[in-house]
């Protein structure tokens, strides 16, 4: 099964960008939907963005116009371009295969205001 690791967290003032990374351990160009999560403090893990093999993509309300799902099946690789942070935004982010069902171990976002 595979496995995913996320990458690119970090502390950056409001405004910044920054790109996480979900580097899998096998191919992931038999799965159909990659996506990313986030889980704030004190809060429920929500959804953020996902991306079709095909390249359709969808977000959440709260991130569109702002960030940037994209896959490339050839490096096995998922990124996560963030743009315009906000405080809001400060999380723990994870990458997910929503089938098979897999979950990376996350990677913090910190956005200072």
Not at 31 to 51: C, D, S
Not at 67 to 81: C, E, G, P
Request: charged content about 20%; proline content about 4%.
């Amino acid at each position: 099964q595979v496995q995913l690791t996320e990458s690119g967290g970090g502390v950056v003032q409001a405004g910044g960008s920054l790109r996480l990374s979900c580097a899998a351990s096998g191919s992931i160009r038999k799965i159909y939907n990659m996506a990313w999560h986030r889980q704030a403090p004190g809060k429920q893990r929500e959804f953020v963005a996902r991306i079709s093999n095909s390249g359709s993509t969808n977000y959440a309300d709260s991130v569109k116009d702002r960030f940037t799902i994209s896959r490339d099946n050839a490096k096995d690789m998922v990124y996560l371009q963030m743009n315009s942070l906000k405080p809001e935004d400060t999380a723990v982010y994870y990458c997910n295969a929503p089938n098979p069902g897999v979950w990376g171990k996350g990677t913090l976002v910190t956005v200072s205001s």
